[in-house]
């Protein structure tokens, strides 16, 4: 039974890719016949297409009410890009950060993160109990309201990249992108691939769970977290191989910005998200990683090969520290 719901579970990992990959050719293509910076495709449709997984697994979870993989499976994404993504793309290229990046996007990312830190936390802080409340225990809620605030500052920020994009378009490259019907052919059949993936993945990683007597939350901050990042992965180091560093850097700070603000913005204006202590503790760590990655990244605007290193074993730690919790 349990070797059954592996393969389901790999076979919904390995579509969730597949689908991610084929979905950023298609939408890269479509964007580059529209003349989008390199910068902005990364925040945009590429971080779109990568981030797809999550919102598939997210917003399926939701419908069907298993709360802690929306919620876990988001934070661990998260972490993961940060940590595992760009500091693997670091260790082979030393990475580049646009000032743009640091003026804007970074920013955004941690502010984003501390707003629904606070607020999942503040019921449980409030009423003086969050100390005393097991790992498992409900500690609060990301609301409805909540989730249109998230949505609305995504709207904004999305409008934002618009008219940057428009004030500053990139120099021709010669290059002829696919027709336009072969754009639209790859979206769909990504798309179809991501969906069918999100589901195989929500239904195998649940009856694990319940198989292995492990909570869902470690579940999804482990290996529908990862699983689902993979896409951000091979992306972002394919690019770093390829030179094309702002594509990298835009792809995981782009998904990160849409996980929060899109991704958990859906799911929880589909179904108000509970948030168990275990989670809050994982919005924590994603706050001080993101703020730690921020200040490598303004050393020399720059992510190098020993901060790379050193995000890599932090990373360890978080796994090792989620297992044993």
């Known amino acids: 039974m349990v070797f059954l719901q592996i393969l389901v ?30 910068l902005v495709i990364g925040l945009t449709i590429v971080a779109f297409g990568t981030s797809m997984p999550e919102l598939s697994v997210s917003t399926t979870a939701a419908l069907q009410g298993a709360n802690e993989i929306a919620l876990s499976n988001i934070v661990g994404s ?9 500091g693997l793309c670091a260790v082979i290229h030393p990475v580049p950060v646009d000032s743009a990046v640091l003026r804007r996007d970074f920013p955004l990312s941690i502010l984003t993160t501390l707003l629904v830190l606070v607020f999942a936390a503040f019921p449980a802080i409030l009423n003086g109990t969050f100390f005393s409340l097991g790992m498992e225990d409900s500690a609060g809620i990301v609301s409805r309201l909540l989730a249109i605030v998230l949505l609305v500052i995504f709207a904004a920020y999305l409008v934002n990249l618009f008219f940057n994009a428009k ?6 490259d010669g290059v002829v992108p696919a027709p336009l019907w072969k754009c639209i052919l790859f979206i769909g059949i990504g798309l179809a691939l991501i969906i069918f993936g999100g589901k195989a993945v929500v239904y195998a990683a649940r009856n694990i769970a319940l198989a292995c ?37 835009g792809n995981v700070i782009g998904s990160n910005i849409f996980n929060l603000l899109f991704i958990l913005g859906v799911s929880a204006a589909i ?16 706050f001080t990683v993101s703020v730690l990655s921020f200040v490598f ?26 297992i044993v919790r």
């Not at 004030?167 to 021709?172: A, D, R, W, Y």
């Not at 869902?216 to 972002?236: D, F, K, N, Q, R």
């Not at 998200?273 to 994982?282: H, L």
Request: glycine share 8%.
């Open 213 to 249: 007597g492990m909570s869902e939350t470690l579940i999804g901050l482990t290996i529908v977290a990862i699983g689902t990042s993979l896409p951000e992965l091979v992306t972002s180091i394919v690019a770093s191989r390829k030179g094309e560093i702002a594509l990298a850097m």
């Open 271 to 286: 179904h108000p998200v509970r948030v168990n202590t275990a989670s809050i503790y994982d919005l924590a760590i994603l």
């Open 9 to 38: 579970l790999a076979l919904g990992l390995g579509a969730l890719v597949k689908g991610a990959d084929i979905f950023v050719d298609g939408s890269a293509n479509l964007a580059h016949r529209f003349r989008v910076p390199p």
């Open 167 to 172: 004030k500053n378009p990139p120099v021709e």
């Open 297 to 322: 990244s303004l050393s020399g605007k720059s992510v190098r090969r020993r901060e790379g290193l050193c995000m890599l074993a932090i990373y360890a730690v978080t796994i090792v520290f989620a």
């Open 78 to 86: 998260n972490i993961f890009n940060l940590l595992g993504v760009l």
